[in-house]
């Protein structure tokens, strides 16, 4: 299980949109969401903000559980 409590999974589908450069050496926030699960399918987004809670990235994804005889 992860962090969801959902069975392992492979990324089906990642999109990643960069809205503004990363600046460095500069703490940065991560946030994740399961936006909904449907079967073997999580859908999920995340965000990545800088400390003045500027939007530096965003993303969309799903994962699919494996099967039990998929490595």
Known sequence: MH???RPISRTAY???NY?????LET???VEGTVDRIEGRKTFVTARLTDES???LADCEGLM???LPWQP
């Open 3 to 5: 962090y969801a409590g």
């Open 14 to 16: 990642l999109h990643v």
């Open 19 to 23: 809205r503004k450069v990363t600046p």
């Open 27 to 29: 703490p940065l926030l």
């Open 53 to 55: 809670e500027t939007l």
């Open 64 to 66: 699919v559980q494996l």
